[in-house]
């Protein structure tokens, strides 16, 4: 196997390192912060979700109700004009 030579490695330079280290540093700050931020507005909606799910469910239900009465009135009359 030939040895290859590699070039050596760039000194960076201090600045650039510790620019680099302050962004990794200052987005997991961000990140864990907006986390927190989004996960409390979250929870909030879920409780107004939960607090309104009875009234959207009896809503539904009502809707199914009148939806079946009507296929039902239609069937009747479609059935009574056959006969």
Known sequence: MANIEL?????VSPLIKFSRWSFLTIGILYGIINQKRFVRKENALREIEKAEKPI????LAEEKL????????ILDEFFQKKE
Do not use: C, E, F, L
């Open 56 to 59: 959207r469910d009896a809503k």
């Open 7 to 11: 070039p050596r490695p760039v000194n």
């Open 66 to 73: 009148i939806s079946t009465q009507a296929d039902n009135k």
